[in-house]
C-alpha cells in the first residue's frame, strides 16, 4: 500500500469529506476553499472553526496550504496525487465531447500521420489542453538495405520495407570505409532480414556479429557497429510526437504558472525532445495514467500535469501514446475517459489498417 493510501485509509470521515471538498472545490474554481464556504456544503453540520482545525490538521499533513495567511486552503501535489488515486469520480465519456472526437473520422485521410494529426487537434479543442499523439514507428518487415557513401564523413543507409515504404537515414561512418565494405555490410544485413522489423533486426544483429567475427571484414563490422544505433529508437524521426493545442495553456490563470515556465514547455514540444521517455510513461501502467506537477521530468518545469494513455496495434503490442497536458488544476475525472476512448479509438484505427 502507498504511503497517500495508507494516510487516506487511516484519515476518519469528516477529515475525509473537508479534504475531498476542499479538492473538488479548487479543480472546480482554481480558487482556495475557505471553512466558510465548506460549513454551508458538508453533509454534517460543523461550525467554521471545528472545519478550520481539521484543515490545519491537513495542512500539517502536507495535504493542503494556504497560499495567503487568511485564505482558504488548496491541494498540494501531494494533495492531489493522494485524491486522484483514492477519491477521483471519473465520468463517463460525454456524448458531445464522443461525437467531436469521432467527427474527425467523417473525412477519409489516406496517411497515417493526417489522420493522428486531426485526432490531435480535436482533443486539444475537447479538452482545452495541450494534446500529444505518439505516431507509431514503422514496423512492417524490412525487405533490403543499402549503404551509400555521400563523403568521407557522410553516409546513407537506404531502408526498403516490404509494403514499399522507403527510408532514407543519414549517419556518420567510421574512418576509412570503402565501396567494398559497404558492400560486404549491407550483404550481412540482408542475409539476417528474412522478413524481420527494425526492432527485431537489432537483437539479433549483436549475436550474429559475435559468432561470425572471424568471417567479416573488419571495416564491414565497424560499419554495422557504428549504425546499431540506426536500428533502435535513436534514430526516431522527430516527427513521431504531434503536438496540437500549445496556446490553451497560455489561458490558465494559476499563479505558479509564469510564463518563463510556459515557454520552457513550449521549447521541449517544439524540439519535439524524449519521444522515448514521453512513450515509457504510458508504457509504464495498464490504461491511463496520470503525472501530476513534478512527478514527471519532461514536463515537470512548468508545473503540469500530464494525462496519457498508450495505444495497441492489431497484435496487442504498444506502438503509441496520446495525451493531454494542462494546468494541475485540470478536471481529472472528465479527461482521463476522453484520453482513455481516443487511445481506444487510435489503436482500433491503426489495427484496422494493418
Not at 487568511?70 to 458531445?96: C, N
Not at 521517455?277 to 518545469?301: C, H, P, Q, Y
Amino acid at each position: 500500500m502507498s504511503d497517500s493510501a495508507r494516510l487516506l485509509e487511516e484519515m476518519n470521515d469528516r477529515s475525509r469529506e473537508v479534504f475531498r471538498r476542499v479538492v473538488e472545490g479548487y479543480l472546480e474554481t482554481g480558487d482556495p476553499v475557505g471553512s466558510r464556504t465548506l460549513s454551508r456544503s458538508l453533509s454534517e453540520q460543523i461550525s467554521a472553526a471545528t472545519i478550520r482545525n481539521v484543515m490545519q490538521d491537513l495542512e500539517y499533513l502536507g495535504l493542503l496550504d494556504s497560499p495567503h495567511v487568511s485564505a482558504g486552503r488548496i491541494p498540494t501535489q501531494m494533495g492531489l496525487r493522494m485524491f486522484v488515486d483514492g477519491l477521483l469520480e471519473v465520468s463517463d465519456l460525454d456524448a458531445g465531447d464522443r461525437q467531436k472526437i469521432d467527427a474527425t473520422l467523417g473525412d477519409a485521410v489516406s496517411d497515417v500521420g493526417g489522420m493522428l494529426d486531426r485526432i490531435g487537434s480535436a482533443l486539444s479543442g475537447v479538452t482545452h489542453g495541450a494534446s500529444l499523439v505518439l505516431a507509431p514507428k514503422h514496423e512492417a518487415p524490412i525487405k533490403h538495405i543499402e549503404f551509400v557513401s555521400l563523403g568521407h564523413d557522410r553516409a546513407l543507409v537506404v531502408l526498403v520495407f516490404a509494403d514499399g515504404h522507403v527510408e532514407n537515414r543519414l549517419f556518420t561512418p567510421p574512418p576509412g570505409q570503402t565501396p567494398s565494405s559497404m558492400r560486404e555490410a549491407a550483404n550481412f544485413l540482408n542475409a539476417m532480414i528474412e522478413g524481420r522489423t527494425l526492432s527485431e533486426l537489432q537483437r539479433v544483429i549483436r549475436d550474429e556479429m559475435e559468432r561470425r567475427r572471424q568471417e567479416i571484414d573488419r571495416l564491414a563490422r565497424e560499419l554495422v557497429e557504428s549504425g546499431l544505433a540506426l536500428w533502435s529508437d535513436e534514430g526516431e524521426s522527430p516527427e513521431r510526437l504531434i503536438v496540437r493545442g500549445r496556446s490553451n495553456l497560455l489561458g490558465t490563470d494559476e499563479e505558479e504558472q509564469d510564463l518563463d515556465r510556459i515557454r520552457s514547455l513550449f521549447d521541449d514540444l517544439e524540439r519535439k525532445r524524449d519521444i522515448a521517455d514521453f512513450l515509457e510513461l504510458a508504457e509504464g501502467g495498464d490504461g491511463v495514467r496520470i503525472f501530476i506537477g513534478s512527478e514527471n521530468k519532461l514536463f515537470s518545469l512548468s508545473g503540469s500535469s500530464l494525462v496519457v494513455s498508450p495505444y495497441m496495434n492489431a497484435d496487442r503490442k504498444i506502438v503509441g501514446a496520446v495525451g493531454v497536458i494542462g494546468p494541475k488544476r485540470l478536471n481529472y475525472g472528465r479527461i482521463v475517459p476522453i484520453v482513455d476512448y481516443t487511445a481506444q479509438l487510435v489503436g482500433k484505427l491503426i489495427s484496422d489498417r494493418g
